[in-house]
């Protein structure tokens, strides 16, 4: 007879069905480059091979209608309707042009340089550098007069990109019908999804806000030390208490360079930059369906689309001749609900260590809500069917839930192979298989984004299985090894 996991202690039998992954392979640091561009290959997109005529707004209106049509409409080719964006007495955008003495200066345009020079003391910047005129005492004299070029401090200019990009965003609030933004968001120490819990108080800020705390230090709970430079993250004063920041909690991130797009290389090491830090996202976060990036690189932004078919870039767009396009994406990645910005609203999953877990972990399959013991496996991967192993109990039965984005070509091949040899001894038992849905459709990457022939399309796929099992290699002594391969013969030969 199959033995369940909860009485193997009873039993040296320990089972391991075989449609269920038990190893997987994680990048190393000093291949993680070179292994995620040949596992992106042929899956990369670029927005000029795609049959739309502006990719962020398409996007933007397809994921958050509401929230897209609500942010202020051009006039003409450039501009704002509104006249200005500002918030209390502070202009981001007026007269057809952001605010020289607001936007950082990495950002700026000539013109708005010019104008800056003109009516700034403090004097001229260039790109980081900062020509200033000073008093310098000196002991026993009136002192000298010295001009010299001064290096911001570490992680500067970052924050004063992401305090740009919050007071636009709490701007952006006013202009957004309360009754279409979502309810806010607490989140629990080291969750990787949030919580949602409704609030009759109104949203003074933003539920997410850009920080460059991870600029200067590396973001932690990832495989790999990296430094994004901007992160996007719940409201931390939402925080109860405030955890230790790492992977799981960042919703997206931004990267900045002062050198233009145009540069080759500087495009090449942008891209990899953005690519390694998704991966880290991917494999912290185990219910992330997509991710939403952005990079500035002088003037110009693009964002980044990782999904399991892919990723795609889109061309670069001038924050100066497009600001509605910046302000929707920063709207979407924002005010919009968790599963809009990619997160699988089907489970909320919390840190398996004692000290950290405050919640309960679960997933839910149709109307039912089952219990998660722990991840029995995770497949370490951006692009492909990311298959993902949870060891689940409701009622006290245990099950195995294999979580995967399958081919649409071969969605019903693994459950109509279990289908056929379900009621034989030694082999996995098919409980339930179902697409998961997200709003009453099913969930596939062409749903969020056009998918061109050269990629794949691919659905979120789940199968509900018994028995649970615990991995042969784990035997506790040579009785226990001869007794499963004594039931693996005698299962073989019935």
């Given at each position: 007879?199959?033995?369940h996991?909860?009485?193997t202690?009873n039993?040296?039998?320990?089972?391991r069905?075989?449609?269920?992954?038990?190893?997987g392979?994680?990048?190393?640091?000093?291949?993680v480059?070179?292994?995620?561009?040949?596992?992106?290959?042929?899956?990369?997109?670029h927005?000029d091979?795609l049959s739309?005529?502006h990719?962020?707004?398409?996007?933007c209106?397809?994921i958050?209608?509401?929230?897209?049509q609500?942010v202020?409409?051009?006039?003409?080719?450039?501009g704002l309707?509104?006249?200005?964006l500002?918030l209390?007495?502070?202009f981001?955008?007026?007269?057809?042009?952001?605010?020289?003495?607001?936007?950082?200066?990495?950002?700026?345009?000539?013109?708005a340089?010019?104008?800056?020079?003109?009516?700034?003391?403090?004097?001229?910047?260039?790109?980081?550098?900062?020509?200033?005129?000073i008093?310098?005492?000196?002991?026993?004299?009136?002192?000298?007069?010295?001009?010299?070029?001064?290096?911001p401090a570490?992680?500067?200019?970052?924050?004063h990109?992401?305090?740009w990009?919050?007071?636009?965003?709490?701007?952006?609030q006013?202009?957004?019908?309360?009754?279409?933004?979502?309810a806010?968001?607490?989140?629990e120490?080291?969750?990787?999804?949030?919580?949602?819990?409704?609030?009759?108080?109104?949203?003074?800020?933003?539920?997410?806000?850009?920080?460059?705390?991870?600029?200067?230090?590396?973001?932690?709970?990832?495989?790999?030390?990296y430094?994004?430079?901007?992160?996007?993250?719940?409201?931390?004063s939402?925080?109860?208490?405030?955890?230790?920041f790492?992977?799981?909690?960042?919703?997206?991130?931004?990267?900045?360079?002062?050198?233009p797009?145009?540069n080759?290389?500087?495009?090449?090491?942008?891209?990899?930059?953005v690519?390694?830090k998704?991966?880290a996202?991917?494999v912290?976060q185990?219910?992330?369906q997509f991710?939403?990036a952005i990079s500035?690189?002088?003037?110009?932004f693009?964002?980044?689309m990782?999904?399991?078919s892919?990723?795609?870039?889109s061309?670069?767009?001038?924050?100066?001749?497009?600001p509605?396009?910046?302000?929707?994406?920063?709207a979407?990645?924002?005010?919009?609900?968790?599963?809009?910005?990619?997160y699988?609203?089907?489970?909320?999953?919390?840190?398996p260590?004692?000290?950290?877990?405050?919640?309960r972990?679960t997933?839910?399959?149709?109307?039912?809500?089952?219990d998660?013991?722990?991840r029995?496996?995770?497949?370490?991967l951006?692009?492909g069917?990311?298959?993902s192993?949870w060891?689940v109990?409701r009622d006290?039965?245990d099950?195995?839930?294999?979580?995967?984005?399958?081919?649409?070509s071969?969605?019903d091949r693994?459950k109509?192979?279990?289908?056929?040899?379900h009621?034989l001894?030694?082999?996995?038992?098919?409980?339930?298989?179902?697409?998961?849905q997200?709003?009453g459709?099913?969930?596939?990457?062409?749903?969020?984004?056009?998918?061109p022939?050269?990629?794949?399309?691919?659905?979120?796929w789940?199968l509900l299985?018994?028995?649970?099992?615990?991995?042969?290699?784990?035997?506790?002594?040579i009785?226990?090894?001869?007794s499963?391969?004594?039931?693996?013969?005698?299962?073989?030969?019935q």
């Amino acid at each position: 007879m199959p033995v369940h996991y909860a009485t193997t202690q009873n039993s040296p039998l320990k089972l391991r069905t075989t449609s269920i992954p038990t190893t997987g392979k994680i990048f190393k640091a000093d291949d993680v480059n070179q292994s995620l561009l040949v596992e992106l290959d042929g899956a990369t997109v670029h927005e000029d091979t795609l049959s739309t005529s502006h990719y962020i707004l398409d996007q933007c209106k397809k994921i958050a209608p509401a929230v897209t049509q609500s942010v202020p409409g051009q006039r003409g080719s450039n501009g704002l309707k509104v006249t200005s964006l500002k918030l209390k007495d502070n202009f981001f955008y007026r007269d057809g042009r952001w605010e020289p003495m607001t936007i950082p200066h990495i950002l700026r345009s000539t013109d708005a340089g010019s104008l800056l020079r003109r009516s700034s003391k403090r004097g001229r910047l260039v790109s980081g550098l900062q020509r200033e005129t000073i008093h310098r005492p000196i002991s026993g004299t009136s002192g000298e007069i010295v001009e010299g070029t001064f290096i911001p401090a570490a992680g500067l200019e970052e924050n004063h990109v992401a305090n740009w990009l919050n007071g636009i965003t709490e701007a952006l609030q006013v202009l957004i019908p309360e009754s279409i933004l979502p309810a806010p968001t607490v989140s629990e120490n080291a969750t990787v999804r949030r919580i949602l819990t409704r609030s009759t108080k109104p949203l003074t800020k933003p539920l997410r806000v850009w920080s460059s705390e991870a600029s200067c230090k590396p973001v932690k709970g990832g495989p790999m030390s990296y430094k994004p430079d901007l992160v996007l993250q719940e409201e931390p004063s939402r925080l109860r208490p405030k955890p230790e920041f790492s992977w799981k909690d960042v919703v997206s991130f931004l990267e900045l360079s002062s050198t233009p797009y145009s540069n080759s290389g500087s495009t090449s090491t942008i891209r990899n930059n953005v690519m390694c830090k998704a991966y880290a996202i991917f494999v912290s976060q185990p219910g992330r369906q997509f991710l939403f990036a952005i990079s500035i690189a002088h003037q110009e932004f693009r964002t980044h689309m990782f999904d399991r078919s892919g990723v795609v870039h889109s061309r670069p767009y001038n924050i100066h001749r497009f600001p509605r396009t910046l302000l929707c994406i920063l709207a979407l990645l924002t005010f919009c609900k968790p599963e809009q910005v990619g997160y699988d609203p089907t489970i909320i999953y919390f840190s398996p260590h004692p000290s950290q877990n405050t919640g309960r972990s679960t997933i839910q399959v149709g109307s039912l809500i089952y219990d998660i013991i722990k991840r029995v496996f995770f497949n370490y991967l951006i692009c492909g069917r990311g298959t993902s192993c949870w060891h689940v109990c409701r009622d006290g039965q245990d099950y195995i839930v294999k979580d995967s984005w399958t081919h649409e070509s071969w969605v019903d091949r693994e459950k109509d192979i279990l289908t056929k040899i379900h009621g034989l001894k030694g082999v996995p038992q098919l409980v339930a298989a179902w697409t998961v849905q997200i709003g009453g459709k099913d969930d596939r990457t062409d749903t969020c984004r056009p998918i061109p022939a050269s990629s794949s399309i691919r659905v979120h796929w789940w199968l509900l299985m018994q028995p649970v099992g615990i991995p042969l290699s784990d035997f506790q002594s040579i009785h226990e090894l001869l007794s499963i391969f004594i039931d693996v013969l005698d299962s073989t030969f019935q």
